[in-house]
């Protein structure tokens, strides 16, 4: 059984740019949320999708934005890159409306934006 | 707003001593609290998840404590070994849709 996987490992890219970072979640998982972790520090939530709406969204700018599809799947989308987003990105996922279970994580994308 | 404190940020211990991480939560309304462990570079992976009703839970050398009227969690390592040295991220969950983490203690047992 597949845990959660990230694509791609790493990125680089220049500011301005844009970038999109997919998840797949695990088996028999519906619920997806993505955290940002800037190097020394925790993960921060950005946003969680559910049934292919947001469900719920932390403190980020509508550069970042997101999308779930029907099987699951999920994607990050960040516009107009800045330096500041050079981060870890991790995709975790839960099952259902529980929620506050133990979430899943995968080994996450590091962007860099140079 | 919940914030999570983790105490030390470091720590370096020579192997088989018992150690504990500390974490602290500023909002008790919390659902659940989780203990992660990170190698560098990698995901997270679960150690320990702790409901709010629950007072402890353990597995193996691991023992994690938690006392949601003081907003204070513990995670004990029991003998600790090299293949322990990691970060340590506690999390909180303050409602069903996300965590809420500390910043990480970054622990190296050495031989």
């Known amino acids: 059984d597949a845990g959660v996987t990230q694509s791609p490992t790493h990125l680089i890219k220049t500011r301005g740019q844009q970038v999109t970072l997919r998840c797949s979640p695990k088996s028999g998982h519906d619920t997806v949320s993505w955290y940002q972790q800037a190097l020394g520090q925790g993960p921060q939530f950005i946003f969680q999708?559910?049934?292919?709406?947001?469900?719920q969204r932390g403190n980020f700018p509508d550069r970042f934005s997101g999308h779930q599809f029907p099987n699951y799947s999920s994607e990050l989308n960040v516009n107009a890159l800045l330096l500041g987003d050079s981060a870890l990105y991790l995709c975790a996922s839960s099952p259902g409306l529980a929620g506050a279970d133990t979430q899943y994580f995968g080994p996450g994308t590091r962007l860099t934006v140079l | 707003k919940q914030e999570v404190t983790q105490i030390p940020a470091a720590l370096s211990v020579p192997e088989g001593e018992n150690l504990v991480l500390n974490c602290s939560f500023t909002d008790s309304a919390i659902y659940n609290l989780q203990w992660f462990r990170q190698d560098p570079g990698k995901g997270l992976t679960s150690l320990l998840l702790i409901q709010s009703s629950q007072r402890e839970q353990t597995s193996g050398r691991l023992n994690a404590s938690l006392d949601k009227s003081s907003g204070r969690s513990t995670l004990y390592i029991a003998a600790s070994q090299p293949g322990d040295s990691a970060t340590y991220l506690c999390a909180v969950w303050p409602g069903f849709q996300k965590l809420v983490f500390g910043t990480g203690t970054r622990l190296l047992v050495s031989p």
């Open positions: 999708y559910y049934e292919e709406e947001e469900r």
